[in-house]
């Protein structure tokens, strides 16, 4: 059957040769139809529809306000953003600002009638990737981003480090069955603005920050807290039920902290919240809100 086949198509090929000049032509034909295609594709393309899409995609995930100064389209039809900004929901309102942010749009997703990314920036001297669609799923890996932002309402206080390595992925705000994992690794944390605090230095170095968790529906448990290397260490874990906003999310938190003998002022000011353990330890309880949790 195969020699039959061959048979036919080899006298069919002797009847009706394609020349070898129009084999040239049809290469180049199709050559120029398809940059005709993609030129056109980049001239006539409704970015400026798309990018009030693409903010609202990632102010739902990041559940942060985001403004994105220019959207351009850039070859092979994919997105580039510049000027965007991130304010993010802490007590003072902080603005992140993002170097450079390629988009890559997931056209199946488009054609279904949907909207899904995957992306990279640049921002904080760092890296962050991941995926994002407009259901809530989240996927983020965070690199050697260094960051800084405001604990109190009065922005006295900051909170800073690097962000050495980061993951998460799940959804928010999540249903039933949806799960969640965050890991965290955060090298040279330091609390600045602790004069306020009655401390004698303005900057209070907190060493590395380790946290790893796990959720599913609402229910997050925070497995591992643990901060070393600072003028405050310990452990701790818990568990955050999730809401919406997630400032209104409720926190239970135990910790077992120990301060530093070199920083006596941080020992004295836990012992006006809290009396120390027979081994110096104070046991903290965080409960609340968590934008305004208790401390017990």
Same mark, same amino acid.
């Given at each position: 059957?195969? !020699?039959?086949?061959?048979?036919?198509?080899?006298?069919?090929?002797?009847?009706?040769?394609?020349?070898?000049?129009?084999?040239?032509?049809?290469?180049?034909?199709?050559?120029?139809?398809?940059?005709?295609?993609?030129?056109?594709?980049?001239?006539?393309?409704?970015?400026?529809?798309?990018?009030?899409?693409?903010?609202?995609?990632?102010?739902?995930?990041?559940?942060?306000?985001?403004?994105?100064? !220019?959207?351009?389209?850039?070859?092979?039809?994919?997105?580039?953003?510049?000027?965007?900004?991130?304010?993010?929901?802490?007590?003072?309102?902080?603005?992140?600002?993002?170097?450079?942010?390629?988009?890559?749009?997931?056209?199946?997703?488009?054609?279904?009638?949907?909207?899904?990314?995957?992306?990279?920036?640049?921002?904080?001297?760092?890296?962050?990737?991941?995926?994002?669609?407009?259901?809530?799923?989240?996927?983020?890996?965070?690199?050697?981003?260094?960051?800084?932002?405001?604990?109190?309402?009065?922005?006295?206080?900051?909170?800073?480090?690097?962000?050495?390595?980061?993951?998460?992925?799940?959804?928010?705000?999540?249903?039933? !069955?949806?799960?969640?994992?965050?890991?965290?690794?955060?090298?040279?944390?330091?609390?600045?603005?602790?004069?306020?605090?009655?401390?004698?230095?303005?900057?209070?170095?907190?060493?590395?920050?380790?946290?790893?968790?796990?959720?599913?529906?609402?229910?997050?448990?925070?497995?591992?807290?643990?901060?070393?290397?600072?003028?405050?260490?310990?452990?701790?874990?818990?568990?955050?039920?999730?809401?919406?906003?997630?400032?209104?999310?409720?926190?239970?938190?135990?910790?077992?902290?120990?301060?530093?003998?070199?920083?006596?002022?941080?020992?004295?000011?836990?012992?006006?919240?809290?009396?120390?353990?027979?081994?110096?330890?104070?046991?903290?309880?965080?409960?609340?809100?968590?934008?305004?949790?208790?401390?017990?």
């Amino acid at each position: 059957m195969k !020699n039959r086949i061959a048979k036919i198509f080899s006298e069919f090929a002797c009847k009706w040769p394609f020349p070898t000049e129009g084999k040239k032509y049809f290469f180049l034909l199709t050559f120029l139809l398809l940059v005709a295609f993609f030129f056109s594709v980049l001239c006539f393309f409704p970015v400026n529809s798309l990018k009030g899409r693409v903010e609202r995609d990632l102010a739902r995930n990041l559940k942060a306000d985001i403004a994105i100064g !220019n959207l351009a389209m850039v070859f092979p039809l994919n997105f580039e953003a510049k000027d965007v900004r991130a304010t993010l929901p802490t007590p003072t309102p902080y603005i992140l600002k993002i170097d450079s942010l390629l988009l890559k749009p997931v056209w199946n997703a488009f054609l279904r009638g949907t909207s899904a990314y995957t992306f990279s920036a640049r921002l904080n001297q760092g890296t962050a990737e991941g995926e994002a669609d407009e259901e809530g799923h989240f996927i983020l890996n965070l690199q050697n981003m260094r960051f800084s932002f405001p604990v109190n309402e009065k922005g006295s206080l900051m909170m800073g480090g690097i962000a050495r390595e980061g993951r998460f992925s799940g959804k928010y705000p999540p249903e039933k !069955n949806d799960e969640m994992v965050l890991a965290l690794d955060i090298e040279k944390l330091e609390l600045s603005g602790t004069k306020v605090l009655g401390l004698g230095q303005d900057v209070l170095p907190l060493g590395q920050l380790r946290l790893q968790g796990k959720g599913q529906g609402r229910s997050f448990r925070v497995e591992q807290l643990n901060l070393s290397g600072g003028a405050i260490e310990g452990d701790g874990e818990g568990v955050v039920v999730l809401r919406t906003p997630v400032d209104r999310s409720t926190l239970r938190l135990n910790a077992v902290l120990r301060t530093d003998p070199g920083v006596p002022e941080v020992g004295d000011l836990f012992s006006l919240i809290k009396k120390p353990a027979p081994d110096g330890s104070y046991q903290i309880r965080l409960k609340g809100a968590l934008g305004r949790p208790l401390l017990r």
